[in-house]
């Protein structure tokens, strides 16, 4: 079974900056893709960051060249955000592909205000 636990949301005022961890418990390898998600209320959950098994990222537009992620180890991904803005408030959540499954964390608030 694999658990997924989100840490490091919070208030922070705009242009400011916070840093996500998510610690993975059961059988994940490097090989395994790992990513960021969020939900914004009333909206749909979109993809944040997303890190493949290889190494390579992907971002969304909205966050390019503000957001980083990073696989510290197998079982530790990391989203570092900066120059937040209002529009980044949302329930950021981790996500795991084991290709015969997937998981979610529970998700930890990020509150940005003006």
């Known amino acids: 079974q694999v658990q997924l636990v989100e840490s490091g949301g919070g208030l922070v005022q705009a242009g400011g900056s916070l840093r996500l961890s998510c610690a993975a418990s059961?059988?994940?390898?490097?090989?395994?893709?790992m990513a960021w998600y969020r939900q914004a209320p009333g909206k749909q959950r979109e993809l944040v960051a997303k890190?493949?098994?290889?190494?390579?990222a992907n971002y969304a537009d909205s966050v390019k060249g503000r957001f980083t992620i990073s696989r510290d180890n197998a079982k530790t991904v990391s989203l570092q955000m900066n120059s937040l803005k209002v529009e980044d408030t949302a329930v950021y959540s981790c996500?795991?592909?084991?290709?015969?499954?997937?998981?979610w964390g529970q998700g930890i608030q990020v509150t940005v205000s003006s």
């Open positions: 996500y795991v592909d084991l290709r015969i499954a997937r998981y």
């Open positions: 890190l493949t098994g290889g190494g390579n």
């Open positions: 059961g059988n994940i390898f490097r090989a395994d893709a």
